[in-house]
């Protein structure tokens, strides 16, 4: 069974750069996508952005040019930067294996993000 | 556009049915996926594809689509089963490649 757990800073300044990592126990980070999602208090879900085991990236377009998630399959891991933070990145990022695209009999495409990872509170101060 | 609907907050008698909905243009290429999530964990996969659930997730939980709405149903609903549901959806219209519905609070009474 696939588990995720992650880690990183929990404490940062405004402008300064939020890094997550994640290791995958249990299989390889082949045939799935990486990712990492975000709940700000109170809040719903965010989608950040995900990356392939081969480092093929996509990202959420309000995120673009902040965001950066890259893989290290030597150490079955992959990770997450957020450069010039601001006190409106506050929120709990989870990261989460994402499947391939499945085809439905009705021809619709489906994907599914399991397992996640624990959590980790990240909090921005001025 | 980008976007899934879901009704904030349902209530439900225990042991009764509920059914939540979720709405958006993606679900027309996409079937979603459902999550439960209780407070202070993680979310959890509870339904994704036609009606399939992860090991672990009971049969008490399944799912219909139609056009551009998509449906959670909780039958003979638990205690256990109050926690805020997400869909989610991958989404082709250029602007948002993956995306979550806003989430339904579910009370059971």
């Known amino acids: 069974q696939v588990q995720l757990q992650q880690w990183g800073a929990g404490l940062l300044k405004s402008a300064e750069t939020l890094s997550l990592t994640c290791t995958v126990y249990?299989?390889?980070?082949?045939?799935?996508?990486w990712t990492w999602i975000r709940q700000p208090p109170g809040k719903g879900l965010e989608w950040l952005g995900e990356?392939?085991?081969?480092?093929?990236?996509d990202y959420n377009p309000s995120l673009k040019t902040r965001v950066t998630i890259s893989v290290d399959k030597s150490k079955n891991q992959f990770s997450l930067r957020l450069t010039s933070v601001t006190a409106a990145d506050t929120a709990v990022y989870y990261c989460?294996?994402?499947?391939?695209?499945?085809?439905?009999?009705?021809?619709?495409?489906?994907?599914?993000?399991?397992?996640w990872g624990q959590g980790s509170l990240v909090t921005v101060s001025s | 556009s980008s976007e899934l609907t879901q009704d904030p907050v349902l209530s439900v008698a225990l042991g009764q049915t509920i059914r939540i909905t979720c709405q958006g243009d993606?679900?027309?290429?996409?079937?979603a996926s459902w999550y439960q999530q209780k407070p202070g964990q993680a979310p959890v996969l509870v339904l994704y594809?036609?009606?399939n659930r992860p090991s672990g997730i009971p049969d008490r939980f399944s799912g219909s689509t139609s056009a551009s709405t998509t449906s959670l149903t909780i039958t003979a609903t638990q205690a256990e089963d109050e926690a805020v549901y997400y869909c989610?959806?991958?989404?082709?219209?250029?602007?948002?490649?993956?995306?979550f519905g806003s989430g339904t609070k579910v009370t059971v009474l």
């Open positions: 989460a294996r994402t499947s391939k695209t499945a085809i439905a009999a009705d021809g619709k495409g489906v994907v599914w993000l399991d397992p």
């Open positions: 249990g299989g390889s980070l082949s045939d799935y996508y």
């Open positions: 990356s392939s085991h081969s480092g093929v990236t």
């Open positions: 993606s679900l027309r290429s996409y079937r």
């Open positions: 594809g036609e009606n």
């Open positions: 989610a959806s991958r989404d082709n219209s250029g602007n948002h490649p993956y995306v």
